[in-house]
């Protein structure tokens, strides 16, 4: 089989994603597998012979959802703010801080063809955000508020996080995490700011809805 190269990344994506709004966050469009594409039920292994790291970019994540709902809802978070959306995936997050008003946005992900999927994703909405392909854990640009949904899923990932967060927040910088209750969570030093209730796909949750809260580093 043919591998991926980013040439061939906006035809991929197009072709096996449909343009729609996360159940979660209407206000925006996505590029989303969902059950009519055959990326909905590939194996990794069956990715990784094409090139394609795992496609987290292709589904709207419910702690991103949650995330992104509560910068929609409360747009004074990231008004007139410089914000780093952090393992921006789909650029869900990213999209809701522009369309909430924020001056600077900084889309990251470590994923190449996130690049690719979050610049039509982008366009879909009519905002503009900047991308950062390499990994920013332990960097500091500035940024006013940090935005991360669904990222303590891994215990060694969470742990490289937690130290970089709370330098972050030493600093003066917001940290908001969007969470729905995922293993490597911190048991401490979080304010719950909101709790929702979000449709996800059971493929690849354990329910059909999960209770995903929006936490404030304290």
């Not at 094409?50 to 929609?72: E, H, K, M, T």
């Not at 920013?136 to 060694?156: E, H, I, P, Q, S």
């Not at 969470?179 to 690849?204: C, F, I, K, M, N």
Request: glycine share 10%; charged share 20%.
């Amino acid at each position: 089989m043919t591998r991926l190269t980013p040439k061939s990344a906006k035809k991929f994506i197009l072709d096996n994603t449909a343009l729609m709004a996360p159940p979660h966050v209407p206000e925006v469009l996505l590029h989303l597998a969902d059950e009519a594409h055959d990326l909905w039920l590939r194996t990794e292994e069956e990715l990784a012979e094409i090139g394609l790291p795992p496609p987290f970019w292709a589904f709207a994540w419910a702690g991103g959802q949650g995330l992104a709902r509560y910068v929609l809802d409360n747009p004074g978070t990231v008004r007139g703010k410089r914000v780093l959306d952090f393992a921006s995936g789909s650029g869900l997050v990213a999209i809701a801080a522009m369309k909430a008003g924020a001056s600077q946005v900084i889309a990251a992900d470590i994923d190449p063809f996130c690049e690719t999927a979050i610049a039509l994703n982008l366009e879909a909405n009519g905002v503009e955000a900047q991308f950062r392909g390499t990994d920013c854990v332990g960097t500091d640009d500035g940024w006013d508020v940090v935005l991360a949904g669904d990222v303590f899923y891994d215990k060694a990932f969470a742990e490289r996080l937690l130290p970089w967060f709370g330098s972050l927040k030493a600093r003066g910088a917001e940290i908001l995490v969007g969470d729905p209750g995922r293993a490597y969570l911190p048991g401490a030093g979080l304010e719950s700011l909101a709790v929702y209730q979000v449709p996800v796909t059971r493929v690849l949750e354990d329910a059909e809805v999960k209770r995903t809260t929006v936490w404030r580093l304290a």
